[in-house]
């Protein structure tokens, strides 16, 4: 199934479609406008580093780390492993569960139930 970008020519709006059956008829319009004054453009293609990559890139979870450090969700928890490793302990599965739920952007159970509350909630 591929997705085909076109670019419209009355709004100049790039717009992607998901074509199901190549065999079916496909007539796409634009999703601003309604056009169907449509070119296909080529396509921009994703690169997805590894977590090695982003590891070696963000460097060592050391001392006070720079406010882009944790936008990739990949490094919540590093600090936590790389000080179990330091002490050569393992880390219960319990905290390793967290960390990868972190990771995946997935609420712990116990905060499920916080989800919908308001950051100033406990403030007011």
């Known amino acids: 199934m591929p997705i085909y970008?076109?670019?419209?020519?009355?709004?100049?709006?790039?717009?992607?479609?998901?074509?199901?059956?190549?065999?079916?008829?496909?007539?796409?319009?634009?999703?601003?406008?309604?056009?169907?004054?449509?070119s296909r453009v080529i396509s921009s293609f994703a690169y997805h580093k590894s977590l090695q990559t982003v590891?070696?890139?963000?460097?060592?979870?050391?001392?006070?780390?720079?406010?882009?450090?944790?936008?990739?969700?990949?490094?919540?928890?590093?600090?936590?492993?790389?000080?179990f490793r330091d002490m050569g302990q393992e880390m219960p599965s319990r905290i390793q569960d967290q960390i990868q739920a972190a990771r995946e952007v997935t609420l712990p159970e116990p905060l499920k139930d916080m989800e919908s509350v308001s950051p100033s909630a406990a403030y007011d």
């Not at 460097?59 to 600090?79: A, K, L, Q, S």
């Open 5 to 38: 970008e076109f670019m419209c020519h009355n709004c100049e709006r790039r717009s992607s479609f998901l074509v199901r059956n190549l065999s079916a008829p496909f007539a796409p319009e634009c999703s601003l406008c309604g056009s169907d004054n449509l």
């Open 55 to 83: 590891w070696e890139e963000s460097g060592e979870p050391v001392g006070r780390v720079g406010e882009n450090y944790y936008r990739d969700p990949r490094n919540i928890g590093r600090w936590t492993e790389k000080r």
